[in-house]
């Protein structure tokens, strides 16, 4: 019931790609649905978030699309570039945050 | 501000020895995190404090984990004695308004317990 199911564990896109990486949670009681951002050596950003009463949330070149009913949510980044390469995780929090296993991703220039 | 403060950033120690990270997080946060982070298990809490009281230290592996923070600008996560199976990334982060909020993560410590 805890779990936060990601995929796929690495992807790798063109330049101008539009990578897609998926999560599936189980809690109904999680509220809050972020997607860090891990660069090697460093310390998991935040990058986007949403909250289950929304949809859809854009941010830049970053989209989240959630699915409350599936329990489903995902990140698209749009215009991918070289320098997003980068870990990402998605997570889901009632008051604590529980992460997916990660997504690592390369864009190829 | 300077972020969140871990250190040391790498430690390496032998099977037994006590080992104390160290977090001084964001002024003003008043909720601190402690993550753990491996390829096998990922990112898991290990414990969070929220005006320096610990609030849910359920994710802490066993009685040889303990964590405190004494005042608002400094935490410790300890382990004593260590084992090989310690070795990973640890990560302190701070929060203005807790786990759904944004957590700003420190650039974490990674312990080799040989």
């Known amino acids: 019931q805890q779990q936060v199911k990601q995929s796929p564990q690495s992807l790798i896109v063109q330049k101008g790609g539009i990578p897609i990486i998926n999560c599936a949670y189980e809690?109904?009681?999680?509220?809050?649905f972020p997607w860090y951002q891990q660069f090697p050596g460093k310390g998991p950003a935040l990058l986007i978030a949403?909250?289950?009463?929304?949809s859809e949330k854009k941010e830049g070149r970053f989209t989240i699309s959630f699915n409350k009913s599936a329990k489903q949510f995902s990140l698209h980044i749009m215009d991918s570039q070289p320098g997003d390469s980068a870990t990402y995780f998605c997570?889901?929090?009632?008051?604590?945050?529980?992460f997916g296993q990660g997504t690592e991703l390369s864009v190829k220039p | 501000d300077a972020g969140v403060i871990q250190s040391p950033r790498h430690e390496v120690t032998e099977m037994g020895q006590e080992v104390t990270l160290r977090c001084k997080p964001i002024?003003?946060?008043?909720?601190l995190f402690w993550y753990r982070q491996t390829m096998m298990r990922g990112l898991e809490l290990l414990i969070y404090?929220?005006?320096?009281?610990?609030?849910?230290d359920s994710g802490m592996p066993e009685d040889r984990f303990s964590a405190k923070m004494p005042n608002a600008s400094f935490s410790t996560l300890k382990i004593q004695p260590s084992e090989p199976r310690d070795s990973a990334v640890y990560f302190c982060?701070?929060?203005?308004?807790?786990?759904?909020?944004?957590?700003?993560f420190g650039p974490g410590t990674r312990l080799t317990v040989l």
């Open positions: 982060a701070s929060s203005l308004w807790g786990g759904d909020n944004e957590q700003f």
């Open positions: 809690n109904t009681a999680f509220d809050y």
């Open positions: 949403i909250r289950p009463d929304v």
């Open positions: 997570a889901a929090s009632r008051g604590k945050l529980i």
């Open positions: 002024s003003g946060h008043d909720y």
């Open positions: 404090f929220n005006n320096n009281v610990p609030i849910d």
